[in-house]
């Protein structure tokens, strides 16, 4: 989830083919980023989501794109 300019949780394992779901709980937009490592979201206003599923295994590291603060990382395992 995307509350209090933060996401949680900030350090997620999943194994591959795991979907992850962000919803933003915050009343402010926030926008997710990477090195290319993922399509990036559309920017979410609150109660809005963006789904991925990771297909390779590997680390992920996110950020909100508006708020560059924000940042978690996702480790998926085979």
């Known amino acids: 989830s995307i509350q209090n300019f933060a996401f949680s949780p900030s350090s997620l394992r999943i194994t591959k083919g795991t979907k992850v779901t962000w919803t ?8 997710i980023g990477t090195a290319g490592a993922f399509p990036e979201s559309s920017t979410l206003s609150q109660g809005q989501s963006y789904s991925f599923t990771f297909k390779d295994a590997g680390s992920y590291s996110y950020y909100c794109i508006i708020h560059p603060g924000m940042q978690a990382t996702i480790e998926v395992t085979e």
Not at 24 to 31: E, G, L, S, Y
């Open 24 to 31: 933003n709980n915050d009343a402010a937009p926030h926008k």
